[in-house]
């Protein structure tokens, strides 16, 4: 229901689950009036009208939109960015705030050519489809290093390729080139190499008119090389050597002078940095360390004492000395007068009695040290083990030699023992002592009146077959292990009925293998093997007979009329 008062002048009531909002025309406020729920107070004006804002507020309607707050995607790259847009437009004409929120960010836009490079201005984002024009930025002051870290030419590379420009932008240009080019009895880094001033001198001198040692020519060169700099950082560092006033300026020091500026080395620092030890200080040592560092900084020589092991009273650890049941014991532990027992000591020790090392005195020994820490008040951390390394009757093979696998046995030989050796010869395995070994053992087996329950075979892990493996010998043998035994024979000699072009090739072949294998060579390997008869030609009355020629090969040329100087002489093959 809504009800006109004036012109400039409105009070709505809406009803909406129960409650409703009126206009108070003296206080200029929309009022929230509900018997379930408390009001909601609006500047009149001001309400936001924008349903999709988090103060917006359902049934109010105000003369006039007000500031609106929104949540909205703020990446570019996606569609929902679009709302974010929205939002902005709504904001710019009525107030308000657009938060960006990551997680509304749902669907890539699908972009056609763009910039694709990501180190560009102009980048599109990772949904970029097609290698576009791009805009990069780069330093272009050959003074400075970002001008040489090889950006120019991976951007011109790509602009070469993709279209777009390479600008130059002296804001990326962070770091000066060159050194300090100032030579100067007060500067201590200079760099005659240095083409260019980059503000890194160190100055050493004294610029303080207080002390003895102060020298006004110092100041000058310093100030004078501040001014050139133009503004530019000074990055070196400036070491005051003002004398007159130095001593130790360390607190951690017996001999530290608070109204003393500058450290001379003579810094005292005794304290205790060793472990283990009544009064250890881990942090004596970082001081010593930088102490040092410090004077090395400046300069400075150390000429007081550094001590790291001063007043460091009692050396706790084990000092139980029992040779053979302690085994943590400190060197020496005997004799030792500051020395403390801290309860450490590891007492083991086989008190078993049914153990076969069992140690009578085991249990005695470790009661003695529990009783001495009793009576210090010490609590006991280390092991006491009266269980330690005890070894119990085992029978079962005690044979023991390089062929057995499961020796063990400490009591009574029980014919167990698997001696997986090979004693066949001819195989790749074949080991000559492996037949002696299990004689023997038989011999100890039969003494004790014992069947052997092991494996004594002796065809244990023979292998293949030793023989020739070689395809192209006639004795091969598939599935053999080389033996060098293999028989080629075969004819080289070229010209003969039964020569073969492989031939020697073979024999090369196999004896190089040998070779490799370190193998000697036993079989036969012939060359000149069944070549058969000389091939020629075997007709007397050819231009090309060949006398030694056991076999004719059809080559024979013969001359069919005896005057050349005819027209119809000619030579004709056989």
């Known amino acids: 229901m809504r009800t006109l008062v004036s012109s400039f002048i409105l009070i709505f009531l809406i009803g909406c689950s129960g409650n409703s909002h009126l206009f108070d025309k003296n206080t200029n406020v929309i009022t929230g009036n509900s018997s379930s729920s408390p009001g909601t107070t609006v ?10 804002a988090s103060n917006f507020i359902a049934g109010v309607m105000t003369a006039n939109p007000g ?21 902005s437009h709504y904001t710019s004409l009525h107030g308000g705030n657009i938060v960006g929120n990551s997680t509304l960010c749902k669907t890539l836009k699908e972009y056609g050519q763009g910039c694709c490079h990501q180190d560009a201005i102009d980048y599109i984002g990772p949904s970029c ?61 200079y760099d005659p190499s240095a083409t ?58 017996s001999n530290y002078n608070p109204n003393v500026s500058t450290d001379d080395g003579t810094c005292n620092i005794e304290c205790c940095g060793l472990e283990n030890h009544e009064f250890y200080d881990p942090f004596c040592q970082q001081g010593i360390d930088a102490y040092k560092d410090n004077l090395t900084i400046f300069g400075v ?53 049914t153990a076969t090392n069992f140690d009578p ?65 001819g195989f790749q395995n074949y080991s000559p002592s492996c037949k002696s070994a299990i004689n023997e053992y038989n011999q100890i087996l039969l003494a004790l009146s014992l069947p052997a329950s092991g494996n ?45 072009p492989t031939c020697q090739g073979k024999i090369d072949s196999y004896k190089a293998t040998l070779q490799s294998m370190g193998i000697p060579v036993k079989g036969a390997l012939v060359n000149n093997f069944n070549c058969g008869a000389l091939l020629g030609c075997t007709n007397s009355g050819a231009l090309n007979y060949n006398p030694a020629a056991g076999q004719d090969d059809g080559s024979c040329i013969i001359k069919c009329c005896s005057d050349s100087n005819k027209s119809d002489s000619f030579l004709v093959a056989n």
């Open 361 to 425: 005195q085991c249990d005695s020994v470790i009661s003695e040290y529990l009783g001495v820490l009793s009576a210090k008040g010490i609590t006991p951390s280390g092991n006491h083990n009266n269980r330690f390394n005890c070894n119990y009757p085992v029978n079962g093979c005690n044979f023991n030699n390089g062929f057995v696998t499961n020796y063990g046995a400490n009591q009574k030989e029980d014919g167990s023992c698997d001696i997986p050796c090979c004693s066949k010869e």
């Open 301 to 353: 020589t150390s000429s007081g004492t550094l001590k790291n092991d001063k007043n460091c009273g009692n050396k706790f650890g084990c000092y139980f000395h029992k040779p053979g049941y302690v085994t943590n014991v400190q060197p020496g532990a005997q004799g030792c007068a500051l020395c403390a027992e801290d309860g450490s000591c590891n007492v083991q020790c086989c008190g078993d009695s």
């Open 129 to 189: 489809s097609q290698p576009g024009p791009c805009t990069f930025e780069v330093c272009d002051k050959s003074e400075y290093q970002e001008f040489f870290n090889g950006d120019h030419a991976f951007f011109q590379a790509y602009v070469a390729q993709h279209g777009g420009q390479v600008l130059g932008n002296q804001s990326l240009c962070k770091t000066p080139l060159g050194g300090c080019t100032l030579n100067s009895p007060y500067v201590t880094n």
């Open 196 to 253: 260019s001033e980059n503000g890194s001198c160190s100055f050493r001198g004294c610029n303080e008119n207080t002390y003895s040692n102060y020298d006004q020519n110092f100041l000058n060169v310093y100030n004078n090389y501040i001014n050139s700099l133009g503004g530019k950082p000074h990055t070196g560092t400036v070491v005051t050597t003002c004398a007159g006033t130095a001593g130790c300026t360390s607190p951690a020091a």
């Open 67 to 87: 500031p609106c707050n929104f949540e909205a995607c703020p990446l570019a790259d996606y569609v929902e960015y679009s709302k974010h847009e929205e939002y």
């Open 456 to 500: 004594i075979s002796g065809d244990q892990n023979c292998g293949a077959p030793l023989g020739c493996a070689n395809s192209n010998a006639s004795n091969y043998q598939a599935g053999s292990v080389e033996s060098g035994i293999c028989n080629i024979s075969c004819c080289a000699t070229p010209g003969t009925s039964n020569y073969d």
């Open 43 to 52: 500047p009149y004006g001001d309400a936001c009208r924008h349903s999709e």
